[in-house]
């Protein structure tokens, strides 16, 4: 069976406040420990009320803190938000103190809108349009030390300096962070739950033009799908109602705390309204845990992910966690621990 991770936003329900959200996603990270998945990762964004973590960093320390075995990671570091140097002693530091524990995954967007975009980075320096190569490449610097000679940068030390960045992952929801992934030999996570690009292209991209590098001697791609279990299809098929109506909001752009089911089945939808649900639903795989396996299998069998790294929105805190163990009881990730 495939390996199986989460990426947790700290979703904020109308129920649940962004500090509690917090405690939640730490709650839910020592769970999951337990259960035998293999990575936590945690995202960034920010001036959302629905999402509670503009500081995966901060995160990662406090998880790694509280758990033993699984791998806590960034889903991602906003690499244009940051100076490289910031980012590179953050994770050197994380390193450090939970070392072979620690992922660094980074994303291309803003994971804002331009207003807040621009207050995150008006300081960082005046350059225009997209410099994320530019970016990534001093990140790659601050830890190879192959700065030009005479560079400014040379007289400098991310430290601390006697611990490695950590694995870095390229994020991407297009053909554009396959390839790149793929030519700089790094791994690579592809986020079908929002993404209007083929899963299977995208990784089939990677794998065939995936070239070995210091970072990574053959490709690991990362399958991220939005799911929910349930005990029965039914139960699941209710839970579903929240994120159904989160994702309506979303199009319009209305970021509203998660709903409650209640508040969910009670909304007078509109025939066009559900039209848009049910085409949302094609990112969203839901029922009981056997139901959303064969829901999910050819496209796994199609993309060939060497990893499933799964996201659950829903109202109640202890049906995500259910929702986490059965998929986990689903895939065998008890018995993978045991042996």
């Known amino acids: 069976m495939i390996p199986l991770s989460i990426l947790d936003l700290s979703v904020v329900t109308t129920g649940t406040k962004p500090a509690a959200a917090l405690r939640n996603s730490i709650d839910l990270a020592r769970y999951a420990d337990a259960l035998g998945y293999t990575r936590y990762w945690l995202a960034e964004h920010h001036n959302l009320a629905s999402v509670a973590s503009p500081a995966p960093d901060l995160m990662i320390g406090q998880i790694a803190a509280v758990t033993s075995r699984i791998r806590v990671g960034s889903g991602g570091v906003m690499l244009p938000n940051h100076a490289p140097l910031v980012v590179a002693e953050r994770f050197k530091m994380l390193e450090a103190l939970f070392p072979g524990r620690i992922d660094l995954g980074l994303g291309r967007a803003p994971g804002t809108d331009g207003a807040t975009a621009h207050a995150l980075r008006s300081r960082l320096d005046r350059r225009e349009g997209d410099d994320f190569l530019e970016r990534l490449h001093e990140l790659i610097l601050w830890e190879t ?20 960045l950590p694995p870095i992952w390229l994020l991407g929801s297009s053909d554009y962070s396959s390839e790149l992934a793929a030519q700089v030999g790094m791994g690579f996570a592809f986020a079908h739950h929002f993404a209007s690009y083929d899963a299977v292209e995208a990784m089939t991209n990677y794998r065939a033009h995936f070239k070995p590098s210091g970072w990574r001697s053959k490709p690991h791609g990362i399958l991220a799908v939005a799911a929910i279990a349930a005990e029965s299809d039914d139960e699941a098929e209710r839970l579903a109602t929240s994120m159904d109506l989160n994702r309506l909001r979303r199009d319009r752009g209305q970021y509203l705390p998660l709903p409650s089911v209640e508040e969910a089945l009670a909304y007078p939808y ?11 639903r094609s990112r969203l795989f839901v029922g009981s845990a056997s139901t959303v396996l064969a829901k999910l299998q050819p496209m796994i069998s199609a993309s060939q992910p060497d990893e499933l790294m799964i996201i659950t929105a829903v109202y109640d805190h202890e049906a995500r966690k259910r929702s986490y163990s059965l998929l986990a009881d689903a895939y065998g990730l008890g018995k993978k621990a045991a042996a």
């Open 270 to 280: 509109t025939e066009s309204e559900r039209a848009s649900i049910a085409r949302n």
């Open 145 to 164: 030390r192959d700065f030009p000679p005479g560079h400014p940068y040379n007289n400098v030390v991310a430290m601390p300096d006697d611990s490695p």
